[in-house]
């Protein structure tokens, strides 16, 4: 395939049916209007229901929303469409609350396999277990020796197989990985070696991906999210032109439900080159499968104590977490980038990390930040760090969703005096783009939850908190979860509000959220999802 292919869009797709639909009697975010009117894929007008009910005789379709509360459709900065797919599809463990029900789900799972296919699962948080301790090869050698295994961690970063798996992927006692590591005697791979594992996987085909993509998407349209900014290209598969390919054909044949910004990762600066020299740059493609930035991930997680700080972590003296790449590697694919006009954001947790990035950011963000560089994840941060991101107008793809889990561990990892600036996200807002989203599958990408969460700084359970100076009014958090994602994939002016002439998408949800105590937010539910002007879920 050809980058051109994608240019060449001569053929209409069915998906503009130029449908008029109206939708009356709604409350609707930031509007005293109650009524859009819809026509194909584009909002035509929005007013006040008596006013619109005079289009109602010409329109195909008329709603009666009896109250409910409408506002754009979530923007998701952040997320892993295809790999959240395939999470789906495979042994879910996030609600695990210990190593026992890890491993009871794992068997049970085990069980209805056909023979020989791999028994993957993702998710578990061990700090959560009262025991707070990893499942095992040989926990996991106990369910099968003959069956390869792979479980992941909640943030993707670290992940535990068995004899049978390591077998498959030819490591030993004596195996290493640059950027990563293994243990061979616990099963434990980090990093880079859980992508030399995944090349031990059954090959991806066109039709494997698309159902994933189809099955993360519908999931992500039940939570209201109509546009998504994904990583796709390296987390299943390191086939980067079949997972474009994939997609693009989707995109053309009317099959997202979800607008796709690509974050494009790649396994080397070589491939990065052989994408550039086929023609491929930011911008290419359409309003529902376009190239975003290039993405590359620098550290790996506070979780797994793999983030890389200025000073050890407070609660593992001697470790303070590594950098993916050197100061000169990350150079390398920033140049390249910056050489073809294609921003760069970058997995930057630690501050010692950041700190790294921005040095090299300073030489190539020209013009106030014309091309939206960007850092994703803005955690661990002190104010020297935040201060320089703030001059140099970077792009903030940050997730409110992390202070549930993070919040109960953010103190004992870096102590209560570094933790003061840690997850900035207020402060950002009120400086930059700074976009919300869920790193899916790392969260659930439950938006509901994710406004509480900037709101409150508090988990879910009320029982942890981060520093309060830091929480967003509704306002912005609202922002964060729509306009400011729109601005950053440069498409605010067809998405991220509700206004005549951009696309119909909106999320309506059973309450009105501004009428809800704080730490009510995540009880709402969507009720219904409309994007390109069609129902996408409906409760
Ligand atoms: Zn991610």
Redesign the pocket.
């Known amino acids: 395939m050809s980058a051109d292919w994608c240019y060449d869009r001569t053929l209409e797709t069915e998906r503009n049916t130029g449908m008029k639909r109206l939708f009356i009697n709604a409350v609707i975010w930031g509007r005293t209007d109650t009524a859009i009117l819809t026509e194909g894929e584009k909002i035509r007008r929005i007013g006040m229901t008596e006013e619109l009910q005079k289009e109602a005789e010409s329109a195909d379709e008329v709603i009666d929303l009896n109250g409910l509360f409408v506002c754009p459709g979530f923007i998701d900065s ?3 469409l295809l790999e959240y797919g395939r999470y789906l599809e495979n042994v879910q463990l996030h609600s695990c609350t210990s190593r026992q029900e890890v491993l009871n789900l794992l068997k049970q799972q085990e069980k209805k396999l056909p023979k020989g296919e791999w028994l993957l699962g993702r998710g578990f948080n061990e700090e959560l277990f009262d025991d707070p301790k990893m499942p095992t090869k040989a926990d996991l050698d106990q369910i099968s020796k003959e069956r390869p295994i792979a479980v992941t961690r909640c943030c ?1 970063h670290k992940m535990v197989v068995n004899s049978k798996a390591l077998e498959l992927a030819n490591m030993d006692e004596d195996s290493m990985v640059e950027g990563g590591s293994i243990d061979f005697e616990n099963g434990f791979l980090e990093e880079t070696a859980i992508t030399v594992l995944h090349d031990s996987w059954p090959a991806e085909t066109e039709e494997s991906i698309r159902r994933s993509i189809l099955r993360g998407q519908k999931e992500l349209n039940r939570y209201g999210i109509t546009a998504v900014g994904s ?1 796709d290209f390296m987390s299943i598969t390191h086939d980067w032109r079949l997972v474009l390919d994939v997609m693009m054909k989707m995109a053309f044949r009317g099959e997202l439900t979800v607008r796709v910004n690509e974050q494009c990762e790649f396994p080397s600066p070589e491939e990065f080159a052989a994408f550039l020299d086929e023609g491929y740059t930011t911008d290419v493609g359409d309003d529902l499968f376009r190239i975003g930035p290039l993405k590359i991930i620098a550290d790996g997680s506070l979780g797994a104590r793999t983030a890389a700080l200025s000073k050890d972590y407070s609660d593992d003296r001697g470790n303070s977490g590594y950098m993916v790449y050197n100061r000169s590697e990350l150079e390398t694919w920033v140049k390249l980038a910056a050489d073809y006009n294609m921003p760069v954001i970058t ?1 930057a947790i630690g501050d010692r990390t950041v700190r790294e990035v921005l040095n090299v950011y300073d030489k190539y963000v020209i013009e106030n930040n014309l091309l939206h560089f960007g850092l ?1 994840h803005c955690q661990i941060m002190t104010p020297a760090e935040i201060k320089r991101t703030i001059d140099m107008n970077l792009c903030c793809y940050f997730q409110s969703l992390f202070i549930d889990s993070d919040a109960k561990i953010l103190e004992a990892r870096v102590g209560s005096e570094r933790a003061e600036s840690c997850y900035p996200f207020r402060t950002l807002s009120e400086h930059v783009i700074a976009c919300n989203g869920s ?1 899916a599958p ?1 969260e659930t990408p439950d938006v509901m939850k994710g406004l509480q969460m900037a709101v409150t700084r508090r988990s879910l359970d009320g029982t942890a908190a981060m520093n309060p100076s830091e929480c967003m009014d509704l306002q912005q958090a609202m922002r964060s979860y729509t306009l400011s994602g729109a601005e950053a994939f440069f498409s605010s002016d067809n998405i991220g509000s509700l206004e005549e002439g951009k696309y119909a998408d909106f999320a309506v949800l059973d309450r009105d959220i501004t009428k809800l105590r704080e730490d009510e937010i995540h009880t709402a539910k969507v009720m219904m999802t409309v994007m390109n002007g069609e129902t996408v879920f409906e409760k």
């Open positions: 952040h997320l892993h993707g990583d997995h994703v790193d790392v």
